[in-house]
């Protein structure tokens, strides 16, 4: 493979368009695209998509139709107008291997610009470093995939088979970007996403739970507290049994891409409200937490495994085991996902990576939830996590990409395309 001549122009070419790869970067981070303000950014790419060829799609996802759709997440007050996806489409023949991208635009909030040490919206290559708000997470990622195609017809190099690009909205919130990229009917041989990951082959992602515990106890006057039963106390007893099912789910649940299973299975309440008035015993305690999913886990039974869990630990309790806490799931609620370590696709990054850098791939899983979960579960597309973004860089403030990493991403993909859409 190494002495194709083709690969090695696609190698050249890429080198020679480090200056444009790093720039077009540079202008995505200069795009305010924080979660819900994806309109310009999207106007642009798709500008960038008709001048490379492609046939583009743009368009605003229905809430009402995404509603009917099982693997839907409903929250109250979202909306979608004014932030549309947008894909790119390279056709090809049927008869070769079809290939998807996907990656989201939108980026968590910047503010104060007083922490940063350099604008959040830069876009400035700085010793070997792009920096900025979604450098990292993901805009570097959508400025591979997106380099990668454009150097392969540059050179003439046209993908015999489809290549789709996508461009999606509200992942920092939801996902439900892509699942509407699902139901309109997306799909491929199979995927990359180019979340965050190090430049690690990530077949696997984990799955992400939030839930709300809602615990009651008796009221009375700060003067006559003796008869009352503090929900501040049973919700302190309910968190620590949180705590505890953390520590057994960590001993009884394994997976082969997670040897330290600890960064995949956090449990634990990470909001605690009680109380109204500081002269008043409180009445109710409000516990909100998140729980992570190893990828083969079954959501419905997660949640009812975890209610079942609270009930139980009340039962020990004279107060509780008559007045058991409500306890429901809202906000992120989202599957893992994960396709075989040999599948076809994950053995192409590997491989490509390999030959770019002379390293051996790390095979890892993701430790955070992705849109893999829509795109493998509901979409019919076996989807790999590659991307160049660093993880440590992920939501961080002064947040940056190394140049090096997006050009060995925008190599690596360019020769899996050029590989696969035969």
């Known amino acids: 493979m190494a002495t194709d001549p083709d690969r090695a122009r ?14 077009f970067l540079g202008r995505l981070v ?23 060829g492609l046939e583009v799609d743009q368009w605003v996802p229905d809430l009402k139709e995404l509603a009917k759709h099982p693997a839907y997440i409903p929250a109250e007050g979202r909306d979608f107008s004014g932030r549309p996806n947008v894909v790119g489409v390279h056709r090809g023949d049927a008869k070769a291997r079809s290939l998807l991208f996907n990656g989201h635009v939108d980026t968590i909030p910047w503010e104060p610009v007083s922490e940063w040490e350099f604008h959040p919206l830069s876009g400035e290559l700085k010793a070997g470093r792009i920096l900025g708000r979604g450098s990292s997470d993901m805009k570097g990622g959508l400025a591979a995939m997106t380099m990668a195609l454009k150097v392969l017809l540059a050179c003439g190099l046209r993908p015999r088979g489809a290549v789709t690009l996508e461009y999606v909205i509200d992942e920092e919130l939801s996902g439900l970007g892509t699942l509407a990229c699902v139901t309109r009917g997306y799909k491929a041989d199979a995927g990359i996403s180019l979340e965050t990951s190090d430049l690690h082959v990530q077949p696997a992602c984990i799955g992400r739970l939030w839930f709300v515990v809602e615990v009651r106890g008796k009221p009375a006057g700060i003067s006559r507290r003796w008869e009352a039963v503090s929900a501040m106390d049973k919700g302190y007893k309910v968190a620590k049994a949180v705590e505890d099912l953390e520590g057994i789910r960590i001993a009884e649940l394994t997976h082969p891409l997670y040897p330290d299973n600890r ?54 309790d004279p107060w509780l085991k008559y007045h058991q806490p409500k306890v429901w799931f809202e906000g992120l609620i989202a599957e893992g996902a994960e396709i075989p370590r040999d599948h076809p696709i994950v053995t192409a990054v590997a491989n490509n990576f390999r030959e770019v850098t002379s390293r051996e791939p790390v095979y890892s899983g993701r430790m ?15 989807t790999v996590i590659f991307g160049p973004g660093v993880t440590a860089q992920m939501h961080a403030t002064n947040e940056w990409l190394p140049l090096e990493n997006l050009v060995i991403a925008t190599k690596t993909l360019a020769l899996t395309i050029h590989d696969w859409c035969r």
């Open 10 to 23: 696609i190698l050249r070419a890429v080198d020679e368009k480090t200056d444009e790869i790093a720039g």
């Open 30 to 52: 200069q795009f305010d695209s924080e979660t819900g303000k994806e309109g310009p950014i999207q106007g642009f790419i798709a500008e960038t998509l008709r001048g490379m």
């Open 263 to 316: 960064g995949a299975l956090p449990c634990a309440v990470g909001r605690f409200e009680a109380g109204t008035f500081p002269s008043a015993t409180p009445d109710r305690a409000l516990l909100r937490g998140s729980m992570g999913l190893m990828p083969q886990e079954d959501i419905e039974r997660v949640k009812r495994d975890f209610a079942a869990f609270i009930r139980g630990v009340c039962e020990q």
């Open 368 to 382: 955070g939830a992705a849109d893999t979960r829509y795109l493998i579960r509901h979409g019919g597309t076996p």
